[in-house]
């Protein structure tokens, strides 16, 4: 089946490098089972180091029958700016349940929402917070791989850029995925349900991911621009590599403990969360923290009555380097 987001004329293109929705890509893949063509390591890599709040929230996204969303899924479009994962994740957190409730009326009107979306419409805190958690925690793994990508996007921006000086963009929409039909008057996009769209005068943002091949995310309906999120074109070059860090030279270099403490810090932690992660004494934590500290690879914040860690850019630079 197809949806359609009608053309009433050339549509202006422009380009966003936005993160999350790779991260939901990986999502849908890895955690719901919507497969698009995400290599199985990394699915099994993925999917394994999120917990069971994030396995939970992903659910819904795989009805076999049904690609409609509510649209705090993507609180922050990637309309005007690039948007973060980080900066996804907050307004996750940030976002009052009744406003997943009215965003689920929106989409499946003021009837019962489907059976899929039912927990979520029982408990929208708990699904919003579980979101929050499966989006970091895909990304604490796959955030090197997107590191890896710099050079694929800055091509794609530049492929972008091309086809709207040039006056081209016909053929860039109908190249974007085997998924995506432009057909002059329409772009059609291979959906489990179909649904038509009026664009009228606003522009298309496309947003390149680091997906499977058969990963298509849309926005059709926001008020200042639709958006597509398709495959960044050469993603397959990259899948070839390691689905989790390597860290055994590290280890070498620095001794395990602090390695596996280094690498566990993908998102900022309190100390206790570490000690309780890693299953070592709050001492033996402070000890090798303190070492790490001193060689510029983490920061201490101190927020109330917890000290929170994150890792630096020093740090961040060396775990790349082991990671080639």
């Known amino acids: 089946m197809w949806s359609e987001l009608r053309l009433t004329s050339t549509p202006q293109l422009s380009i966003s490098i936005s993160p999350h929705l790779t991260a939901l890509a990986w999502v849908a893949d890895a955690l719901a089972g919507r497969r698009r063509g995400l290599p199985e390591g ?18 819904p996204l795989a009805a076999p029958d049904s690609s ?54 029982e408990r929208p805190a708990a699904w919003l917070h579980g979101y929050a958690d499966a989006l970091t925690e895909v990304w604490e793994v796959g955030e090197p791989l997107w590191r890896r990508a710099r050079v ?28 995506i039909v432009h057909t002059g008057r329409a772009l059609r996009v ?26 298509v995310i849309m926005g059709p309906d926001h008020r200042e621009a639709a958006w597509i999120a398709y495959p960044v074109p050469g993603a397959r070059t990259l899948w070839s590599g390691p689905a989790a860090p390597a860290y055994d030279e590290l280890s ?24 309780a992660d890693m299953k ?38 060396l775990l790349e380097l082991f990671r080639r």
């Open 42 to 59: 990394w699915r099994a890599a993925l999917a394994g180091h999120v917990g069971a709040a994030g396995h939970r929230a992903a659910r």
């Open 68 to 121: 409609v969303a509510p649209d705090c899924l993507v609180p922050h479009a990637p309309v005007g700016a690039d948007v973060s994962v980080h900066d996804q994740v907050g307004a996750l957190h940030d976002l009052p349940p009744d406003r997943l409730i009215a965003d689920l009326e929106q989409a499946f009107g003021q009837g019962p929402v489907p059976a899929h979306w039912r927990s979520a419409a």
């Open 152 to 179: 694929l996007l800055d091509r794609e921006v530049m492929r972008v850029g091309t086809a709207v000086v040039r006056g081209g963009p016909e053929l860039l929409l109908g190249a974007l995925s085997d998924r």
């Open 190 to 215: 291979a959906t489990p349900e179909p649904a038509g769209y009026d664009l009228g005068d606003r522009p298309i943002v496309l947003v390149p991911m680091l997906a499977g091949k058969d990963a």
């Open 252 to 275: 070498a270099l620095m001794g395990p403990v602090r390695a596996d403490l280094l690498g566990a810090i993908g998102r900022p932690k309190t100390m206790s969360m570490l000690a």
């Open 280 to 317: 070592i004494a709050p001492s033996s934590i402070t000890y090798h923290c303190d070492r790490l500290r001193a060689a510029r690879l983490i920061t201490r914040e101190r927020r109330g009555r917890e000290v929170w860690i994150a890792r630096t850019e020093r740090a961040e630079e």
